[in-house]
């Protein structure tokens, strides 16, 4: 169909909450997209850390296919296979005991936040706040939004739930106020906040961190949703941290494209949920699930989450040189490949999407003025320097007053 044409039944027909790009793709090879016109673009965003192996990779796409000859779906009044399998997969290697899956992060983080409630009145501790933190995000639905620390997301529904407090990020000494409170049940924490700008907690705050939840005895809510599945180097960021947190949620490239969420309890939360406590229509479904076991057993491969970690620092050094080159660089940061790169006040990074996009490259702004690297696992570094390219050349047009 013509672009303007489909782009005029999209302003008819589809609610207005996205503001989309005037581009239209048509399909895309490993770390590459192709619009309607045959442009080719490299992607950075990777669907915002969900095309964890690319587009068009032959394993997903052997898997989908045969899945989808077999079973779609058949409820969760019963078992099946690639899900029991999955699970067993995401717990290998972990502390972790049994899995529930959903659709989303945002559920995941609904049904943690869930958890984490009844656990508390089963035992009758009175506890029933979360310590979160200020510039995060842990999604759009009115529990997960609660637990978001931007304004910016919350303000159009409020009220919204009172079962939130929040600390500064990274600030070890304001954490002990607040979660030494008795109402405070559990901590919910990024280990790297990807939508407040890709910040990484220092190792000061991790350790305070550790030791609090110990004094204190309250639980922690790791959100994966976009540091999962290999983004960091790690199939799971906690893992370097030193922390074993009672929950985890993960979603976005779990199943390489396909919607899927899980959510991941320690041995003192996996019997919480009884029959009817908790469900999902779609979640754990035959096919996300067995796209799922075919990603997770190729991320979960050391030499492939090696690759990650090498090729994350490959990036950060180029963008270490053009930060070098222009005096509005203000910092590069992050682990494996989610990497920010945050610019002076006096750049908007959000100004420059457009240009990127004109020379052939997805890459989009979070926090307050940060670029954000997603690209899918498998880039290639030479993709990585074209993409360094267009960057240091759209830079070399910026005139700062």
Not at 106 to 122: C, G, L, Q, S
């Amino acid at each position: 169909m013509d672009k303007n044409k489909l782009f005029k039944l999209h302003g008819e027909y589809v609610m207005q909450n996205y503001a989309p790009y005037p581009i239209v793709f048509d399909k895309g090879e490993g770390s590459l997209l192709y619009d309607s016109d045959g442009k080719e673009y490299i992607d950075f965003l990777g669907g915002i850390a969900v095309n964890s192996l690319g587009h068009n990779n032959k394993d997903v796409t052997k898997t989908l296919c045969k899945q989808a000859k077999k079973l779609l779906s058949c409820s969760n009044y019963f078992i099946n296979e690639s899900a029991v399998l999955l699970a067993k997969e995401l717990i290998k290697g972990t502390h972790f005991k049994k899995v529930f899956f959903c659709n989303s992060g945002t559920e995941a983080a609904e049904a943690a936040i869930k958890i984490v409630k009844k656990y508390n009145n089963d035992k009758n501790t009175g506890a029933y706040k979360f310590l979160s933190f200020t510039n995060s995000f842990h999604g759009r639905t009115v529990g997960a939004l609660s637990a978001t620390g931007q304004d910016k997301y919350k303000t159009a529904f409020a009220p919204l739930p009172d079962w939130f407090e929040f600390a500064p990020y990274n600030d070890a000494d304001a954490l002990e106020k607040i979660i030494k409170k008795p109402e405070i049940s559990a901590v919910i924490m990024e280990f790297i906040q990807g939508e407040g700008g890709v910040i990484v907690p220092s190792s000061d705050f991790i350790s305070r961190l550790g030791l609090l939840l110990k004094k204190y005895k309250k639980l922690l809510i790791a959100d994966e949703v976009q540091t999962g599945a290999g983004r960091t180097g790690n199939f799971f960021a906690y893992e370097s941290a030193g922390l074993k947190p009672d929950i985890l949620i993960t979603a976005k490239g779990l199943a390489g494209g396909i919607p899927i969420g899980a959510v991941l309890t320690n041995e003192k939360l996996s019997g919480v949920l009884k029959p009817g406590d908790h469900g999902t229509t779609f979640g754990g479904n035959p096919l996300s699930t067995a796209v799922g076991l075919t990603v997770t057993k190729i991320i979960k491969n050391k030499n492939f989450l090696n690759g990650v970690a090498e090729k994350g620092n490959y990036l950060k050094n180029k963008l270490s040189e053009l930060k070098k080159k222009y005096a509005f660089v203000k910092e590069i940061r992050g682990a494996g490949l989610m990497v920010g790169m945050e610019l002076s006040p006096s750049v908007s990074a959000r100004s420059l999407n457009e240009k990127f996009l004109d020379r052939g490259l997805i890459l989009i702004a979070a926090g307050s003025n940060t670029l954000r690297f997603l690209p899918p696992l498998i880039i290639k570094t030479e993709e990585i320097d074209k993409a360094i390219s267009i960057i240091d050349g759209v830079f070399g047009e910026i005139k700062v007053l």
